[in-house]
């Protein structure tokens, strides 16, 4: 059973960075579409970033010049790296996969596999 797990989210003050990795056990994701999301408070889940297998990268506008997303295929990992972090950033962070690229990345209905999430705390 596939199986993808969040980790290094946590408090941190506004202008801060913070970095998030989402690793993959069960099956290999190097062939693979991943991509995060966030889901803040009373809000709906909405899309961060993607990547596909030969490294290209999909941003949403919002964090679009702070964010940067990558992968290392060898070790079945996905990264966020989060810079100039402010409170609206808030949220918790999912990471998700699926086998190929699709046009509609942007969509929650468009991934198979799902973490658990990782919060993550912006104060200001």
């Known amino acids: 059973q596939a199986q993808l797990v969040e980790s290094g989210g946590g408090l941190v003050q506004a202008g801060g960075s913070l970095r998030l990795s989402c690793a993959a056990s069960?099956?290999?994701?190097?062939?693979?579409?991943l991509a995060w999301f966030r889901q803040a408070p009373g809000k709906e889940r909405e899309f961060v970033a993607a990547?596909?297998?030969?490294?290209?990268?999909y941003y949403a506008d919002s964090v679009r010049g702070r964010f940067i997303i990558s992968r290392d295929n060898a070790k079945n990992t996905m990264y966020l790296q989060m810079n100039s972090l402010n409170p609206e950033d808030t949220a918790v962070y999912y990471c998700?996969?699926?086998?190929?690229?699709?046009?509609?990345?942007?969509?929650?209905?468009?991934?198979?596999?799902w973490g658990q999430g990782t919060q993550v705390t912006v104060s200001s």
């Open positions: 990547i596909r297998s030969g490294g290209s990268t």
């Open positions: 069960g099956r290999s994701f190097s062939g693979g579409f």
């Open positions: 998700a996969a699926r086998s190929y690229f699709s046009s509609s990345y942007s969509y929650t209905t468009s991934y198979d596999y």
